[in-house]
T-cell receptor, first 115, second 113 residues
């Protein structure tokens, strides 16, 4: 069974703290993604990675960075958390593809609250 | 840029009612289109997809037809069940891109017994 796991389901942090969200997939997928989900806005892509040590900015990268040192692990970092980063964060992974779409598999999400 | 517009929610139906959730898109070329579903407390799962015009995606009694002339991909089910209560997301992937998805805002469906 394919699996994407995220390190925490719920997280509460204080403004200014450095926050690490971890995502691990066991499907040997090349692509990994970080989204945030907010009511009325759907999912918005923060960053994605198509290979180890490779990353590309998504639609809303400001205030975030990422790290991919191993193929199975993709970390999202909030260098200095702010209250407007309170959100649900979803990780996903997919096979690398060329002309055909490859399904994205999602983790259960981390609900982050920044006080 | 590419965008997806979904009908506003929430939607509340009685069991066995007919469901339609509207989805329209703006994109260049020939994107692939998808419906994802998010059950309470879970991540998103792919429900169905269509990769070219006039394709019909179907799964678990849900259907959606890729209509290029109206740039639409409406989700339908003939008889909903309580277990269909979830948030439904329409999404597109640009042609030739195996990477990025653009999502709509999501539609919350509640089915009452």
């Amino acid at each position: 069974d394919v699996k994407v796991t995220q390190s925490s389901r719920y997280l509460v942090k204080r403004t200014g703290e450095k926050v690490f969200l971890e995502c691990v997939q066991d499907m040997d997928h090349e692509n990994m993604f970080w989204y945030r989900q907010d009511p009325g806005l759907g999912l918005r892509l923060i960053y994605f990675s198509y290979d180890v040590k490779m990353k590309e900015k998504g639609d809303i990268p400001e205030g975030y960075s990422v790290s991919r040192e191993k193929k199975e692990r993709f970390s999202l970092i909030l260098e200095s958390a702010s209250t407007n980063q309170t959100s649900m964060y979803l990780c996903a992974s997919s096979l690398w593809g060329t002309t055909d779409y490859n399904e994205q598999f999602f983790g259960p999400g981390t609900r982050l609250t920044v006080l | 840029g590419d965008s997806v517009t979904q009908m506003e929610g929430p939607v509340t139906l009685s069991e066995e009612a007919f469901l339609t959730i509207n989805c329209t898109y703006t994109a260049t070329g020939y994107p692939s289109l998808f419906w994802y579903v998010q059950y309470p407390g879970e991540g998103l799962q792919l429900l169905l997809k269509a990769t070219k015009a006039d394709d019909k995606g179907s799964n678990k009694g849900f259907e959606a037809t890729y209509r290029k002339e109206t740039t639409s991909f409406h989700l339908e089910k003939g008889s909903v069940q309580v277990s269909d209560s979830a948030v439904y997301f329409c999404a597109l992937s640009p042609f030739g891109s195996a990477r990025q998805l653009t999502f709509g805002s999501g539609t919350q469906l509640t089915v009452l017994p």
